[in-house]
Nanobody, 123 residues
Framework: VQLQASGGGLVQAGDSLRLSCAAS??????MGWFRQAPGKEREFVAA????????FYADSMKGRFAITRDSAKNTVYLQMISLKPEDTAVYYC???????????????????WGQGTQVTVSS
């Protein structure tokens, strides 16, 4: 599976941003977004079943972040609103092959990763 993340950039606090992750290659069951701020561990943001049956969010991400997918484009999006400086991080998309690990927040459960896209939120 090849994943291409895009859409990051420099924005001001309160702005919105939509990240994209285009997938190609072998089949998988779900896709997730993670982020990693400087000096911190990579943290789970949200995940979505590839067949669209549902989504899952980290508690701290609910309300401002929304994960969606466009199956025709093989692309998953992460819409972020009301961005804060603490949202500054490299955002990564990743896929799970096995449906039995749905909802995992553990980076080690994910099988393939995109290259990451930088989001910087200025105050």
């Amino acid at each position: 599976v090849q994943l291409q993340a895009s859409g990051g950039g420099l924005v001001q606090a309160g702005d919105s941003l939509r990240l994209s992750c285009a997938a190609s290659g072998r089949a998988f069951s779900s896709m997730g977004w993670f982020r990693q701020a400087p000096g911190k561990e990579r943290e789970f943001v949200a995940a979505i079943w590839w067949d669209g049956r549902g989504t899952f969010y980290a508690d701290s991400m609910k309300g401002r972040f929304a994960i969606t997918r466009d199956s025709a484009k093989n692309t998953v999006y992460l819409q972020m609103i009301s961005l804060k400086p603490e949202d500054t991080a490299v955002y990564y998309c990743a896929v799970l092959k096995s449906p039995t690990r749905w909802g995992s927040r553990d980076v080690y459960d994910y099988d393939y990763w995109g290259q990451g896209t930088q989001v910087t939120v200025s105050s």
